[in-house]
């Protein structure tokens, strides 16, 4: 492995996030991004660890038995069609790296190179997870039943995030994304003309009262100090002007902080949309699925990576939201924390204008690297305490 300096590898890395990102894969699609993973770290002499899943690329670093650091990015892009402008935009139609997960894989290539570099220092062993699937929420669960966290001792993460100075790592302990859960709600009535309603039973009066009645929930169930959201987002119900439709349907989303906030609107949901439909004479079915718990970073841990990385690079204090991230689902099996790198000015995520930021890369890889290298250190001091 030819030895690279800070600039030659921030060089290298910047490339490999162009290429990333010019060939960009969906939730458990990403062959060639895995393929190129692997290359890269094979060629830099990383040792890669067996896998059954398909995508996604799990490796170690290190000579010395001790404790395992666990580090995560993850590498799937989303399905929309790119129109950022930049020279290197995606060469696959319809799919785009928008949430910026192109520079978290290069990010952790970059942590990977330093590491190695440190490899017989190091009082224990680096574990790196590229994870798939993060969008899908599906990708962290998989990656646990394959039982790639064993043996992991704490986990570090980070996402990318626009409208923050370049570089500025964002923390803060305990609960820093929410929890999310999804509904799909279908109400039947019966069918009629629609000069003659009293011969059927109008689903889409019944849609009506159920959209307005689900938004006193927030306003009227919680404790005004908890954080919550349901929104309705999709609405499908009749094709003509004169008929009255037999069927109505909606779906979307609840976002919570904590445990409790999550139950109650669950549980307030289920009232509400079965006594509603009952009021108005139509039958109801609900399908409620569970997502990933909130991403709740550990305060022990959190207190460390803020002493380390208070010597290398801004820090603020985060501000929680309800956004997601399958992240959660590592903190629940072993402590970790996870952060937010500053992106610059740029549109939100998620938009097909969003233009991730260069500099985010070295960033992550020096967030990951040294508080690798200071976690092994505290975990082989301390153990238990962790
Ligand atoms: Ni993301």
């Known amino acids: 492995m030819t030895k690279l300096s800070k600039s030659e590898l921030e060089k290298q890395l910047i490339a490999y996030r162009h290429d990333f990102h010019q060939y960009p ?3 458990n699609n990403e062959v060639r991004t895995t393929a190129k993973i692997k290359e890269i770290l094979q060629d830099w002499g990383i040792k890669i660890l067996p896998t059954n899943l398909k995508t996604g690329v799990f490796a170690e670093i290190g000579a010395l038995p001790g404790p395992v650091v666990g580090l995560r ?3 799937d892009a989303l399905p929309i069609q790119e129109n950022s402008g930049v020279a290197f935009s995606s060469k696959v139609p319809g799919v785009m790296h928008a949430c910026g997960h192109d520079t978290h894989i290069a990010a952790l290539l970059g942590a990977a190179y330093l590491l190695k570099q440190q490899e017989k220092q190091l009082v224990g062993k680096v574990k790196l997870i590229f994870q798939l699937s993060e969008e899908d929420k599906e990708g962290a669960l998989q990656v646990i039943q394959d039982g790639q966290l064993q043996n992991v001792d704490a986990i570090l993460g980070f996402h990318n995030t626009p409208h923050q100075a370049l ?3 964002g923390m803060r302990s305990g ?4 929890a999310i859960d999804k509904f799909k709600v279908t109400l039947r009535g019966l069918g009629t003309h629609a000069s003659k309603p009293e011969k059927g039973y109008d689903p889409i009066v019944a849609l009506g009262a159920e959209i307005n009645a689900l938004q006193s929930i927030v306003s009227r169930n919680l404790n005004p100090f908890e954080a919550g959201v349901l929104s309705i987002t999709h609405v499908n119900v ?3 002007w004169n008929i009255l439709p037999e069927e109505a349907f909606f779906e979307g989303t609840v976002r919570t902080a904590s445990a409790s906030a999550r139950e109650i609107i669950k549980k307030r949901f289920l009232d509400v949309v079965n006594y509603t ?3 108005h004479q ?12 909130s991403v709740n970073n550990d305060a022990k841990l959190v207190d460390i990576i803020k002493d380390e990385t208070s010597k290398f690079a801004p820090i603020y204090e985060q501000e929680p939201a309800l956004s997601s991230d399958d992240f959660a689902c590592y903190q629940v099996a072993t402590p970790g924390v996870y952060v937010n790198i500053g992106n610059g000015e740029t549109i939100n995520l998620h938009n097909s204008r969003f233009k991730a930021n260069d500099g985010v ?3 992550g890889s020096e967030f990951f690297e040294k508080n690798a290298i200071r976690l092994l250190k505290e975990l082989k001091l301390n153990p238990i305490n962790l």
């Open 175 to 178: 609960i820093f994304n929410g």
């Open 238 to 240: 009749g094709n003509t």
């Open 277 to 279: 439909a009952k009021a």
């Open 73 to 75: 990015a993850d590498i």
């Open 25 to 27: 894969e969906l939730a």
């Open 361 to 363: 890369i070295m960033a």
């Open 282 to 293: 139509v039958s109801t079915d609900i399908d409620w699925y569970e997502g990933d718990p």
């Open 167 to 169: 570089g500025e790592i």
